[in-house]
């Protein structure tokens, strides 16, 4: 009788995962446990409330990038500058128009990132980059020969985020793609 209900248990163990091959598996324990296993009637194996799956939280229905995008044009009017043609106005005006641009896009980028030089060196001092230096912090140019550490002129501190904020997209799946809604006055 045992070999019987070690192959039945093997069987089930094979064929079933999860939950139910786990409720097979106390049932038998407590059967071979029990001193008059087989004798009288079965024990009844109150089964445990199966876990429910979570299902997948759905992704976003628009990317970060464009929300970055978004509040850019939204508070600086940076894709309307970029997009707009040059060509009909004067140095002057253009300049009038950066300025704005400059400081709004500056205010939205230190409130989701609140940026810093990557290095506190000047621009134009010595830094030594020292060996196993990560490729994704500096970014080696000119006459690159040899084997770290490099000893070079800063050509740029680089930027780092000291935090990445950016506001959570609550619109409509349709509108997901949207950087700048339409305009339209009414009367």
Request: one cysteine or more.
């Amino acid at each position: 009788m045992r070999r019987i209900w070690i192959a039945v248990r093997a069987f089930f163990v094979a064929l079933v995962h999860g939950e139910a091959a786990r409720l097979i598996e106390e049932a038998l324990e407590r059967s071979k446990q029990s001193p008059a296993a087989g004798a009288g009637p079965p024990v009844a194996v109150e089964p445990k409330p199966a876990l429910v799956k979570k299902p997948e939280p759905k992704p976003a229905a628009r990317s970060e990038a464009l929300t970055l995008l978004a509040a850019l044009q939204r508070e600086a009017r940076f894709v309307d500058f970029v997009k707009e043609s040059l060509a009909g106005y004067s140095d002057a005006q253009i300049a009038a128009a950066a300025r704005e641009v400059h400081r709004d896009c500056g205010a939205v980028l230190e409130r989701f990132f609140a940026l810093v030089p990557a290095v506190t060196q000047e621009e134009g001092s010595m830094l030594e980059v020292p060996a196993g230096y990560d490729a994704g912090r500096y970014r080696l140019i000119g006459n690159v020969t040899g084997q770290p550490p490099y000893r070079g002129r800063l050509v740029h501190p680089g930027w780092e985020a000291t935090r990445c904020e950016l506001p959570s997209w609550s619109g409509k799946e349709e509108s997901a793609r949207v950087v700048a809604p339409v305009e339209v006055e009414i009367g």
